[in-house]
């Protein structure tokens, strides 16, 4: 267990919000302004948000640069190829422990998949990939890990130093202990791993104590997941995803999905050289996208659907949506077997 720590721990930052475009104008500015630059920036910005001077000083008082922060963010797992990726998720460990998972919050779940329309399988799933169950929710001092981030890595300083501002809010609001809140190398927390600004935007108070604790309420943390994934567009029961074939000639390269919105539909893909594996029904008037899941030798290929790209929602790289997805499924099929 503790071997796959590292690995997960990795994985942890690139939830849902957390690789959102940054426009190239906005990094080359702050590649060119220093670190005292920056923070002058931020801490404008604060100022017209209400906060004061002393507020924001008290604030950035206590964060360090973590040189752990800034070389973990270089080298994110899902740069890796299919085949060493899904070995980290898909484990009989990790689908026991969400056999467990959902045993122990069988009614919460219950609950939550009939208010938000969410399947069980699937949230229990984000929550095994994200920390295993809770098990590892991160080692890194959440303003810590935002103030290095946002003031010294300039590809996404921009990005992470408004993320410094949502924890800033984001501790007025909830009451946080800054001092004890710790999650990934990039500020995410929690079971769920949200980031400051989706923490605001979707997590809510399920266990109707007055406050929203993704980090201890395990109840807050089921319907927070559930409530993200549909704000972003999840239909329960819908398909997710299938496997494919390309006609011979096929130029994949210039067809796998490159992080944009879905636009073409199921027919265009089958117009443009993309067959199914098995014969199925199919809605073709529904928008997909083409995976490609690199494999030892060769490919395999997958039309992506709604709630595939829903899935991606949550983290951008299409590795990561497929581990949630096959995980769900086992964990689903083993959950049911042993009722």
């Not at 071997?3 to 997960?8: G, Q, T």
């Not at 800034?70 to 009989?92: C, D, G, S, V």
């Not at 946080?176 to 600004?197: N, R, V």
């Not at 201890?216 to 994934?229: C, G, R």
Request: net charge neutral; with cysteine; hydrophobic share 40%.
């Amino acid at each position: 267990m503790t071997k796959m720590n590292k690995p997960l721990l990795a994985v942890f930052a690139f939830c849902a919000s957390l690789l959102t475009g940054v426009a190239f104008s906005a990094q080359a500015q702050a590649q060119q302004a220093t670190p005292s630059e920056l923070k002058q920036e931020f801490i404008n910005t604060q100022l017209e948000k209400g906060f004061t001077q002393p507020q924001i000083d008290a604030f950035l008082a206590p964060a360090n640069i973590s040189n752990d922060v800034l070389e973990a963010i270089a080298r994110p797992w899902e740069a890796k190829p299919w085949h060493q990726y899904y070995p980290i998720f898909l484990t009989e460990e990790r689908v026991q422990g969400g056999i467990e998972f959902w045993k122990k919050h069988q009614k919460t779940l219950q609950q939550v998949s009939e208010q938000y329309g969410v399947e069980p399988e699937i949230i229990v799933s984000i929550i095994g990939v994200e920390t295993y169950y809770g098990r590892f929710k991160g080692t890194h001092k959440v303003l810590d890990a935002l103030y290095s981030l946002g003031f010294y890595y300039p590809p996404r300083a921009r990005f992470f130093r408004s993320e410094l501002g949502h924890l800033m809010e984001l501790a007025r609001e909830q009451q946080l202990d800054l001092s004890e809140l710790k999650g990934s190398y990039a500020g995410a927390m929690g079971f769920g791993q949200f980031i400051p600004s989706s923490y605001r935007a979707y997590a809510v108070d399920f266990d109707g104590d007055g406050r929203i604790d993704l980090v201890n309420s395990e109840q807050d943390a089921i319907a927070s997941v559930a409530n993200y994934f549909k704000r972003h567009g999840w239909v329960k029961g819908q398909q997710v995803i299938k496997q494919v074939e390309l006609t011979p000639g096929t130029d994949a390269s210039a067809l796998v999905w490159d992080k944009k919105p879905p636009k073409y539909l199921v027919a265009d893909w089958i117009s443009k050289g993309v067959k199914f594996a098995k014969n199925q029904d199919m809605d073709v008037s529904q928008k997909a996208i083409l995976v490609e899941l690199e494999l030892e030798q060769g490919a395999d290929y997958y039309l992506g659907l709604n709630n595939f790209y829903a899935i991606t929602r949550y983290n951008h790289s299409p590795l990561y949506a497929m581990a949630v997805y096959r995980l769900s499924q086992q964990i689903k099929a083993a959950y049911h077997a042993r009722r």
